[in-house]
């Protein structure tokens, strides 16, 4: 079973551009979360869907950061425009609508200069 | 809001047994998860406790949960280099232990 793919695996940005990070969940797995994580600290949830619904996005900076998902699958996380605090590790993860076992994917680094 | 708190270093010789320890503050939690993250990984789920619980074993794993104390250690029999990366604690407190709240995560170092 394939599991959590996200991509780019790093980006390299200035401030003020834009960017966007893509996840594929595990097939048939209806709860998927966007979390950042800072360097040396844990993931903060930023978004929890179920399905195509945005369940929970109180932590989501809605100033500039912005989700979709569209079909209920794939999602895409986009900031725009980047500042040079966005920089992290932004993990996508996923789970089952029987368990609430979460299955990470590798994560997008992103570094703002 | 709740909070999670780990020590964030450990480092134990290969063969030692290894333990890290987290407290929590939200007296509702449901869950308790620990999570391994290798460098250059997402994490991964390596057990997770019921609150109703007192201890958990699964092979070298053995995580036990002290509910008055808010306490969650875990405990690595038999440390291998292998084990060395980082463990976060995490609780989940909604109806559906959907929600996380994870600790900053302890750096584990096994030494040869």
């Known amino acids: 079973e394939a599991g959590v793919v996200q991509s780019p695996r790093y980006k390299i940005i200035e401030k003020k551009q834009p960017v966007a990070f893509w996840c594929n969940p595990i097939?048939?797995?209806?709860?998927l979360y966007w979390y950042r994580q800072n360097l040396g600290q844990g993931p903060e949830l930023l978004i929890r869907?179920?399905?195509?619904?945005?369940?929970?996005d109180s932590q989501l900076p809605k100033d500039r950061f912005s989700a979709e998902r569209l079909k209920g699958v794939d999602s895409t996380l986009k900031i725009q425009p980047a500042e040079l605090g966005d920089s992290a590790v932004y993990l996508c993860?996923?789970?089952?609508?029987?368990?609430?076992?979460?299955?990470f994917g590798p994560g997008t680094r992103l570094t703002v200069l | 809001g709740e909070d999670v708190e780990q020590s964030l270093f450990l480092s134990v010789r290969e063969g030692d047994s290894s333990v890290i320890n987290c407290t929590y503050t939200?007296?509702?939690?449901?869950?308790l998860y620990w999570y391994k993250q290798e460098p250059g990984a997402g994490l991964q789920l390596l057990t997770y406790?019921?609150?109703?619980?007192d201890m958990k074993q699964d092979q070298r794993l053995t995580v036990l949960l002290n509910k008055k104390d808010k306490h969650l250690s875990l405990r690595i029999a038999d440390t291998q280099t292998g084990d060395s990366a980082i463990y976060f604690c995490?609780?989940?407190?909604?109806?559906?232990?959907?929600?996380?709240?994870f600790g900053p995560g302890t750096r584990l170092s096994v030494l040869p």
């Open positions: 993860a996923s789970s089952p609508r029987t368990s609430n076992e979460q299955f």
């Open positions: 097939s048939g797995h209806n709860t």
């Open positions: 869907y179920e399905n195509e619904e945005a369940v929970d």
């Open positions: 939200d007296s509702s939690s449901t869950y």
């Open positions: 406790i019921f609150s109703n619980m």
């Open positions: 995490a609780e989940a407190s909604d109806n559906y232990g959907q929600n996380f709240v």
